[in-house]
């Protein structure tokens, strides 16, 4: 008998990427493509398009943004890290290390806040724990996740 894995904020992570529809996703805009899970995707894709719109750009320089990962929280050994189910993406890793405050204006993060907040995420940079400022992550259930694509019409671009 296998229990189902899941990351921290409660979806099902799992070491074969296949096993729980992760798929890699174009970002409108951008040249880059993440890997995310699929019923998350919608949200992601269009936090990650805006990001990249109002952030910063996130295509340009090394390859340093990304989604799907199967890994615990760093500097933890027993919590399976939300990139674990693809419902996390660190943006420009490089830029924003991990712990390292400050490396947005204020202006960039009053973006990030309305832009995560729209899309039902939760952004590394107000951890009060660990600043992560890199990172944003699905803060909604997988029938939240439903509701929230429907209401911002996500569901019918196809
Ligand atoms: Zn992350």
Redesign the pocket.
Known sequence: MTSILKSSNGWHASKDPAEIGIKSYPIPGTTIKIRLAEKAAPLLVALAAEWHKLVEPIDAGTLDTWGYAFRPIRGQTEKL?N?ASGT?I?FSANAHPLGKADTFTPEQCKTIRAITAKYGCRW?GDYVHRL?S??AEINLTPKEVIERIKALGLDNKK
Request: no cysteine; charged share 25%; glycine share 12%.
């Open positions: 890290s990139h996390a660190d590394g992560d890199m990172h």
